[in-house]
């Protein structure tokens, strides 16, 4: 029996938060969940050191 998985590709909106966050020199680590679309970011920012890049481009605090 096989088991198709699904890999959900990163989205333009992503990319583009992550090219700025590394223009910015903000962006420290990202990890990629291929499986959910969702990015794991940490930042230089005291105010959101920990976060996660949705697909729509929105994001929310880690914990």
Not at 15 to 34: G, M, P, S, V, W
Not at 37 to 60: K, Q
């Amino acid at each position: 029996m096989e088991v198709d998985l699904l890999i959900v590709e990163p989205t333009d909106a992503q990319y583009l938060i992550l090219n700025a966050l590394e223009t910015l020199d903000l962006l420290q680590f990202r990890l990629y969940n291929e499986n959910i679309g969702i990015w794991l970011i940490i930042t230089a920012s005291s105010v959101l050191p920990r976060a996660y890049l949705l697909p729509n481009g929105d994001i929310i605090p880690g914990e």
